[in-house]
């Protein structure tokens, strides 16, 4: 899943934190035995190998509030980035954007001058990206590049 991509589930929401807010201090993990142990070294919590594939794969999504404050710490997001309403798909954009800036992706000046544009002149920008994501997407040779990959 791209930066830009919106991830849906809890288990999408999970990957999407691994591949693109892993703590830029650490090296990158490359097996959930890793991720528990870089939780556990960074929070002092214990989060299991299994309950770090469960929460990847989907099979538990609905973990203890100790889990997710962990996750949340980890990461250094909201509480409100796991939730279902409005406010998670807002923290979801603001996470998304924060990461492009982060990778170097996009930078203090582009935003400026997006925020400087007219109501217009932002559409138009915005009919760009998703003309250019659309075509990404149809090409399969293209992937999508995340921290993990780098």
Known sequence: MSASQSPRTLAD?????????????????????????????????????????????????????????????????????????????RTGGLLTLLALMRDGDVDDATLRALAGLSPEGRRMVSEVIASAARMERSCPLRRPRGRAGR
Do not use: C
């Open 13 to 89: 929401k999970v990957n999407w934190l691994i591949s693109h807010m892993w703590p830029s201090d650490l090296a990158p993990a490359t097996s959930d035995a890793e991720v528990s142990a870089a939780l556990r070294r960074v929070t002092g919590e214990e989060i299991s190998r299994s309950t770090v594939w469960k929460l990847r794969t989907g099979r538990q999504p609905n973990p203890t509030l100790r889990t997710l404050r962990t996750l949340a710490t980890f990461f250094e997001v909201p509480m409100s980035y796991f939730g279902d309403g409005e406010d998670a798909v």
